[in-house]
């Protein structure tokens, strides 16, 4: 996690997401976890949203804050993937910063993942 808001992004750069909503309604949770699905867990072939990794996605007044979780606390990615998820929801249009808190309760365990997830590992 960082202790600032992360900076915009280049408004003209084609990485940038655009929502679904107005410029005057602001980004909406559906924007964010669209943004969320195009981060993956560097050591499994799915995205964090549909492992299960995301708890709870707000949008506030032009902030979006999730709450996540990883794998397992040892995971290889714990100093860094908040701040990949932190840059994928500032590339929400009308994002203005963006916040990932990292917990591990509850812990996170393989029932949490979707059946997307389940059918693209092979669990099913």
Request: glycine share 6%; hydrophobic share 40%.
């Amino acid at each position: 996690m960082t202790d600032a808001p992360i900076a915009h992004p280049d408004p003209d750069d084609p990485a940038r997401f655009t929502g679904s909503a107005t410029p005057d309604e602001g980004p909406t949770q559906d924007d964010i976890v669209r943004a969320l699905k195009t981060v993956y867990d560097p050591e499994i072939p799915v995205d964090i949203y549909e492992l299960g990794l995301i708890y709870d996605v707000k949008v506030e007044n032009r902030h979006a804050h999730i709450t996540m979780t990883l794998t397992a606390p040892g995971c290889p990615v714990a100093g860094t993937m908040p701040r990949m998820i932190e840059l994928a929801m500032m590339t929400v249009e009308g994002v203005d910063n963006a916040e990932a808190e990292l917990v591990w309760d509850p812990p996170w365990d393989p029932s949490r993942m979707s059946e997307v997830a389940r059918l693209e590992l092979g669990m099913d």
